[in-house]
């Protein structure tokens, strides 16, 4: 079966300070792969997918940026930390090419920027 | 673009009873996906149930059923015999059944109350 590792589960980082959020799939192949935030008492807002190695799109113009070095492997970055990057974000896949497939959700990052 | 909205921030319902969640959504496609999303308080989102818009059958799953009206662009959840477990944030999305992408739609989610 497919499983999806998403790290650290929280973490605190003082404003300026760099990111890395993880996350990895396991039990299937080319996967689509996202980062999606969720603000305190919002919804969802997806941040990057990605259809393939190397393949990313950005939905929102931001201090973040992602990474797909391997097939199922995405991470979250950033150079410096803003206050307003706080917020709990959640890495997901969804089978590839295959119209209508439910996206599968980590446990999430609840990231504090001090 | 394609919109969701959910009308009720927060329900409430009493513990076995049936509770029905609103969902409208805004499309100009004629084939799409619809899901309803549960979010616990430990925050990790579970799928709830899939409805493809092309089926006019309404779906279920155990005590989770939906009431997909095409026409009227609206999908609700009911959930029958509500257990405390129940309680949660739940979450209508929308995808387009074009492209391989798969960039659900959210609602800004309904906070689900259960009360013994």
């Known amino acids: 079966s497919q499983t999806i590792h998403q790290w650290p ?22 996967p689509n792969l996202y980062w999606y935030r969720q603000a305190a008492g919002r919804g969802l807002q997806l941040l990057f ?9 950005s939905e929102v113009p931001q201090n973040l ?21 706080s ?3 959640l890495c997901a896949w969804s089978r590839g090419h295959s119209a209508g497939s439910p996206l599968h959700f980590g446990n999430g990052t609840r990231l504090t920027v001090t | 673009a ?7 921030p927060e329900m409430s319902v009493q513990e076995a009873e049936t509770v029905t ?12 996906y619809l899901f309803w999303y549960k979010q616990p308080p430990s ?27 095409k026409a009227a662009k609206s999908f609700s959840l009911k959930i029958s015999d ?27 989610g309904t906070k689900l109350t259960v009360n013994p």
Do not use: H, W
């Open chain 1, 9 to 30: 589960a929280t973490l605190v980082q003082p404003v300026g300070s760099p990111l890395s959020l993880e996350c990895t799939v396991e039990g299937t192949s080319n």
């Open chain 1, 49 to 57: 997918y990605s259809i393939g190695i190397d393949q990313i799109s």
């Open chain 1, 65 to 85: 940026s992602a990474s797909r070095p391997q097939d199922r492997q995405f991470i979250l970055s950033s150079k410096k930390l803003l206050l307003s990057d």
């Open chain 1, 87 to 89: 917020g709990f974000y």
């Open chain 2, 2 to 8: 394609q919109t969701v909205t959910q009308s009720q």
């Open chain 2, 21 to 32: 969640l609103s969902c409208t959504y805004d499309t100009s496609e004629s084939d799409y």
């Open chain 2, 43 to 69: 925050r990790q989102m579970i799928l709830v149930i899939r409805q493809e818009a092309y089926k006019q059958q309404n779906a279920t799953e155990n005590r989770f059923s939906v009431n997909f009206q």
């Open chain 2, 82 to 108: 509500s257990q405390l477990g129940d309680a949660a944030m739940y979450f209508c999305a929308y995808v387009g059944a074009q492209g391989g992408s798969e960039k659900l739609v959210f609602g800004k």
